[in-house]
């Protein structure tokens, strides 16, 4: 049966296959062999010594000629390697080499929480659940609260922030959690479902009309604050602003919460940061735990 027909054309330059089955998932447009490095059937073709460029798209495929010959000249011979290569299992695109997964474990300054880092990108924002009901469009939250120690679940970029309960010690679970997370990930299974939204988001959430002061506290927060929290495995987020009051509420997430060392950080570091570079605008930051 064959796999690709050809459509006509109003450029003479162009020689434009069709195919029911899709090539490929993006488009792809090549201008020599070099570029084509990732798509071998787009290589085969440049060895044809008049094709100028190859063009590919989900079930179209499109060649243009150097002047040195005219379609209907090679046109049958061009379909009839395509059928080839394709019934002999040419590739199409190079399948690319994924490093194994894996996964290690990271005490934090909060004894509760344990934090779990992959080698590849998990969610593309951070997310918290500090409840299995929140965990509908969240698989892989939703499969650890199914562990009885697990109190909340934290994930940014490329860790795992898991809080447990007191009456079982980290000692005797740790491996297990890991081993858990690292073979889920090897399995390629979702992390988050297409449909998931965070709790408690709005459309004014997502995109807040900010004074300015309320913008330079989240510039401070996003370059000098969150990047140090996130190495020890939880998160801060600004909630408010109290003019009158000049005091910034913020709620901690992951191990920042329920932290024992959180009060200490918060009055003596973001406090004092925020004092200093916003002077007189900024008296107190207040903590929530997430």
Not at 174 to 188: G, K, L, N, W
Request: contains cysteine; proline residues 7%.
């Amino acid at each position: 049966m064959s796999c690709f027909r050809i459509l006509p054309s109003d450029n003479p330059d162009l020689l434009v296959f069709a195919t029911d089955t899709p090539l490929v998932d993006r488009a792809y447009a090549f201008n020599n062999v070099a570029e084509a490095a990732e798509v071998p059937l787009a290589q085969q073709l440049f060895y044809l010594p008049f094709v100028k460029a190859v063009t590919l798209s989900s079930t179209q495929l499109t060649l243009e000629r150097f002047p040195i010959v005219e379609w209907y000249e090679v046109q049958d011979e061009v379909h009839d390697q395509l059928e080839k290569y394709i019934a002999e299992g040419g590739a199409i695109l190079k399948e690319k080499k994924t490093a194994p997964a894996s996964v290690y474990a990271e005490s934090t300054p909060n004894p509760a929480v344990m934090k779990f880092v992959a080698n590849k990108k998990l969610v593309p924002a951070s997310v918290e659940f500090t409840s299995i009901d929140a965990t509908k469009d969240a698989p892989l939250a939703q499969a650890l609260f199914h562990f009885p120690f697990v109190k909340e679940v934290y994930m940014d970029e490329n860790f795992v922030s898991v809080t447990k309960y007191e009456i079982t010690p980290w000692e005797e679970v740790m491996q297990q959690v890991r081993t858990f997370i690292r073979e889920y990930i090897a399995e390629d299974k979702p992390i988050l479902a297409p449909a998931f939204v965070p709790a408690n988001e709005t459309p004014e959430q997502a995109q807040p009309n900010y004074t300015d002061t309320e913008q330079e506290i989240v510039r401070i927060l996003d370059e000098y604050i969150k990047p140090a929290v996130a190495s020890d495995g939880g998160n801060i987020v600004f909630q408010s602003f109290d003019e009158a009051e000049k005091a910034v509420h913020v709620v901690l997430q992951g191990a920042c919460s329920g932290c024992p060392s959180s009060t200490f950080t918060l009055k003596n570091g973001i406090e004092t940061m925020m004092r200093e570079m916003l002077p007189g605008k900024v008296e107190q930051v207040v903590a929530i735990n997430g």
